[in-house]
């Protein structure tokens, strides 16, 4: 397909850009354009447009910059604290795989040594003086501290994935 | 000397310093590129989208993702022309995305009414003008033609712009061109000749 180029096109489209055509065009251009296809196609179509952009940018509804300046600044200041605490998080999830890996080692560790390895953790409210704090029937064998210790693990749990959705609603 | 995370964060948390090492512009400076440009950013939204309260939406986001670009590009080399162009393409690509959404399946399937959705009484005028012409043309050959003979981008602007390849801009270019003339000719719009 041959494009159908004209070899005066760019003067037509200089005239045209710099808003002379018909002011400051010879009549000898104006008679070409008359005859050529591709230069009245440029000179009609520029002026269709160039027309419908003068008009459309005069009746365009503007915000205030400030508007837009403070928008880009929060999106910005959001965008970093993000980048900011990405490795926060992937620390956070590192040292929680870490615990527990090191908490599986320790149980696989002590698992030959039968379940009186563990008696150093019944001894622990008497250890660290917790009767005073608690009633007594908290501490039994098979009291209340087996139950306590699960319910505050499980409340932690849920605040914090409570903490985490409120976050992310945000 | 780099700066550590432990200085950058109470900055970031109070909101009052510079946030990233590149600042594009300060509020002032925004404020006179806006008013050069936001126009014919607009102008460009509304005739290609066809819609005025799109055209809104899509020039504030263009601006809003000019200001927060980190990349130096725009504002390198040839300043306020080279950050036109950024915005323009900028906006480009959001009226891509726009008509690449599942509502219109891809930017050559949308239908021919979307062009006339009411509510743009903005751009009456403007269509009374130019008639059924643009809303016949396909999307991308109204971002070719307003891009190259309303704004005055060269075809390598334009490939720029549009992330179309610069060697085939000339082509589109010329059979939108074509087409667009033969529609005004329909409508009986023939300018350029002296009366």
């Keep these: 397909m041959t494009l159908g180029a004209c ?23 104006e008679a070409h354009v008359a005859a050529c296809r591709a230069c009245s196609d440029l000179v009609l179509v520029t002026g269709s447009l160039q027309q419908a952009r003068a008009h459309a940018a005069s009746v365009a509804p503007l915000p205030p910059p400030g508007i837009l300046w403070w928008r880009a600044q929060l999106r910005r200041r ?35 040594h039968g379940s009186s390895w563990w008696t150093w953790l019944e001894d622990l409210p008497r250890t660290l003086r917790l009767e005073a704090l608690f009633p007594a029937t908290l501490f ?30 945000q | 000397m780099p700066t550590s995370w432990e200085s950058v964060l109470p900055q970031l948390v109070a909101g009052d310093a510079p946030l990233v090492a590149h600042q594009p512009m300060d509020s002032d400076a925004f404020a006179g590129f806006y008013e050069r440009s ?10 290609v989208s066809g819609d005025a309260a799109l055209a809104d939406d899509l020039m504030q986001e263009s601006y809003v993702r000019f200001l927060c670009a980190d990349h130096p590009e725009p504002h390198a080399g040839e300043g306020e022309v080279a950050g036109r ?18 509502r219109a399946g891809s930017i050559e399937d949308l239908p021919e009414d979307f062009f006339s959705a009411p509510g743009n009484a903005a751009l009456s ?19 070719l033609l307003w891009l190259a003979y309303a704004e005055g981008y060269s075809h390598h602007e334009i490939a720029t712009i549009t992330g179309l390849a610069s060697a085939s801009i000339r082509l589109l270019l010329f059979r939108a061109r074509r087409k667009m003339a033969r529609l005004l000719r329909e409508e009986g719009i023939n300018q350029g000749r002296r009366v």
């Design chain 1, 7 to 29: 070899s005066r096109e760019k003067e037509v489209a200089e005239l045209l850009r710099k808003g002379q055509w018909l002011q400051a065009c010879p009549a000898e251009l």
């Design chain 1, 78 to 112: 959001n965008a970093n604290l993000e980048r900011i605490s990405r490795p926060v998080l992937g620390a956070q999830i590192f040292a929680l795989a870490v615990t527990l890996l090191a908490a599986a080692g320790f149980v696989v560790a002590n698992a030959p």
């Design chain 1, 140 to 169: 039994h064998p098979t009291g209340g501290l087996w139950l306590l210790v699960p319910t505050l693990a499980t409340l932690a749990l849920l605040g914090g994935v409570a903490v985490y959705l409120g976050s992310e609603k």
């Design chain 2, 38 to 47: 936001a126009r014919s950013l607009w102008a460009y939204l509304a005739r």
């Design chain 2, 85 to 102: 162009k950024y915005l323009f393409r900028i906006a480009t690509n959001l009226l891509r995305d726009h008509w690449r959404r599942p």
């Design chain 2, 125 to 143: 005028d403007v269509k009374a003008m130019l008639g059924p012409a643009m809303k016949q043309m396909r999307p991308r050959d109204r971002q």
